[in-house]
């Protein structure tokens, strides 16, 4: 069973950083995607940033590029989002997200989510 487990979400000033993680057992497919995802009060989800497993290809919303960083780290099993500069709009639960290459564009397996509070 795939299970999807975030963590590092927290309440952070703006201006500051943090740094998610989601560690993801139970994979047994060769090829997925990995995604960040986000989602505020009253707006519907957002994607953020995928990679692939296998080759590191990425991809960012217009919305975080050059303010988020999507990583792996294959031999955790463990895929990150780094989020820099963190303004007020990016409060919102963030979750990952994995798929297989045939899914797209929809996503087989998702995280609880975690919070993420930018005060002003």
């Known amino acids: 069973q795939v299970q999807l487990v975030e963590s590092g979400g927290g309440l952070v000033q703006a201006g500051g950083s943090l740094r998610l993680s989601c560690a993801a057992s139970g994979l047994i497919f060769n090829s997925y995607i990995m995604g960040w995802f986000r989602q505020a009060p009253g707006k519907e989800r957002e994607f953020l940033a995928s990679i692939t497993w296998s080759g590191g290809n990425t991809y960012y919303a217009d919305s975080v590029k050059g303010r988020f960083t999507i990583s792996r780290d294959n031999a955790k099993n463990t895929v990150f989002l780094q989020m820099n500069v963190l303004k007020p709009e990016d409060t919102a639960v963030y979750y990952c997200?994995?798929?297989?290459?045939?899914?797209?564009?929809?996503?087989?397996?998702w995280g609880q989510g975690t919070q993420v509070t930018v005060s002003s």
């Open positions: 997200a994995v798929r297989r290459a045939i899914s797209y564009p929809s996503y087989d397996y």
